[in-house]
């Protein structure tokens, strides 16, 4: 017999304790339980700001760390209680029972006095909680750059479920028809009811490919790389190859890691791009002695992915301004090589998934001082789609941010600069 809340308490432990990604852990969950564990694992991530201030203010003091796992069902309760549509008596009779048999007893009343209060006092309780930012102080301090407004927005976007978001070779209005999906302005079809990916329409067709709209920008803002030679950096799995494969380019695909790049692989067959040259390597090594050049090199840089929290909540809880730093060295040695792989007059298109300026401005800012011998090509809104909203700076670049509202249910927070070598 299955135990869905235990299990998503001790994936939400290892996730927050293990600094793993939800994602990693889903296949310890059965199929039977995994929309229930998903809904409220999920649930518990967006809100966890709220969920523990809610759950400190029932307690006289900590819960000892031997009994995390009890904090953990604890705060899962709550979630479920204030935002799931389960019977009340049901969570804390299941919550109550999993703690006295993976704790004590003295803590499963507890649980049971706690939980009888949080159902007593729930509307006060959720009026509580949506004054309590979702943002902890350590992806706040991520946020450096932004001004409070723009935090504050970041904030709200991180309650709101995100759409499904899907590139299509072509002929997007056929299929936005048969799904009833909007079409962005730049092509994307976004579903807001949409079943698992394996049965949406024409996906054995291989007629198109899961992307957030954000995720798409990169390769439009090259312009028109038909015919030409494309290196596609930390490629995997293979959401920008797919779309460079579409518009024509001769496209060579690089991953450090050989399961990523047989995974990047399928999904080509899927999609019929079978003549995408593929290579398992460190995208450093390769840059370093690379043994040809190309017209353009596509880097979607290795990052802290803080700009992905729409669709993967833990980033807010698993990463720190450390990881940026990090990241931002790795990035660094990767623009710098950049240039024994690229032709000159070639393009180089620099991207991240981060919401970090560090890992964006600051990152090219840095970059373009040193080297002279690049220049940023403004990317303008026929690259991009034309938005209600401008999401280019005054220098061409893009920063993309989650509550944008062109796309209604707003996007991932993405850095996007093209640059040409120009000596």
């Not at 954000?214 to 950096?233: T, W």
């Not at 729409?310 to 698993?318: A, G, T, Y």
């Not at 373009?368 to 938005?387: C, E, F, M, S």
Request: net charge neutral; with cysteine.
């Amino acid at each position: 017999m299955t135990n869905p809340r235990l299990s998503s308490a001790k994936i939400i432990q290892k996730i927050l304790e293990e600094k793993i990604f939800f994602g990693d852990l889903k296949q310890q969950i059965s199929e039977k339980d995994l929309p229930f564990c998903n809904m409220l694992i999920l649930t518990v991530l967006r809100r966890l700001t709220a969920l523990r201030q809610i759950l400190s203010g029932f307690l006289s003091k900590k819960i000892p760390n031997k009994h995390r796992l009890a904090e953990y069902l604890l705060i899962a309760a709550i979630a479920e209680i204030l935002y799931m549509q389960t019977a009340e008596y049901a969570v804390i009779n299941e919550t109550v029972k999993n703690i006295r048999n993976t704790n004590d007893k003295f803590l499963g009343g507890l649980a049971n006095a706690v939980l009888r209060k949080v159902c007593a006092q729930k509307n006060e309780l959720l009026q509580k909680a949506e004054k309590i930012s979702p943002l902890p102080d350590s992806f706040v301090e991520i946020l450096a750059g932004y001004d409070a407004a723009q935090i504050r927005q970041i904030g709200v976007s991180v309650i709101e479920q995100p759409p499904l978001d899907i590139t299509v070779k072509s002929n997007a209005a056929v299929l936005a028809q048969k799904t009833d999906a909007d079409i962005l302005p730049n092509g994307t079809l976004r579903l807001y009811n949409a079943p698992k990916v394996q049965q949406v329409p024409e996906y054995d067709d291989g007629v198109w490919w899961v992307q957030d709209v954000a995720a798409s920008l990169p390769v439009l803002a090259m312009g028109d790389v038909a015919g030409k030679k494309v290196l596609d950096l930390c490629a995997a799995p293979g959401g920008k190859t797919a779309q460079l494969c579409a518009k024509g380019a001769d496209v060579t695909a690089l991953d450090i890691s050989a399961q990523r790049l047989e995974t990047l692989r399928q999904n080509m067959h899927r999609l019929g791009f079978d003549k995408v040259k593929t290579q398992a390597i460190d995208a450093l090594e390769y840059l370093r002695s690379a043994p040809e050049q190309f017209d353009a090199v596509l880097l979607d840089a290795p990052c802290s992915a803080t700009g992905t929290f729409r669709r993967h909540p833990e980033v807010l809880h698993i990463k720190n301004i450390q990881d940026a730093v990090e990241q931002a060295m790795l990035q660094k040695e990767l623009l710098d090589a950049c240039e024994n792989a690229l032709k000159l007059g070639g393009i180089l298109l620099y991207s991240v998934c981060s919401v970090c300026q560090i890992e964006g401005e600051q990152q090219i800012a840095d970059f373009l001082r040193k080297h002279q011998n690049y220049k940023i090509v403004p990317i303008t809104a026929d690259d991009i789609g034309t938005w209600n909203d401008s999401l280019i700076s005054e220098n061409g670049t893009v920063r993309t941010l989650p509550y944008y509202a062109g796309a209604q249910k707003g996007m991932d927070s993405f850095f996007i600069c093209k640059m040409q070598r120009i000596i």
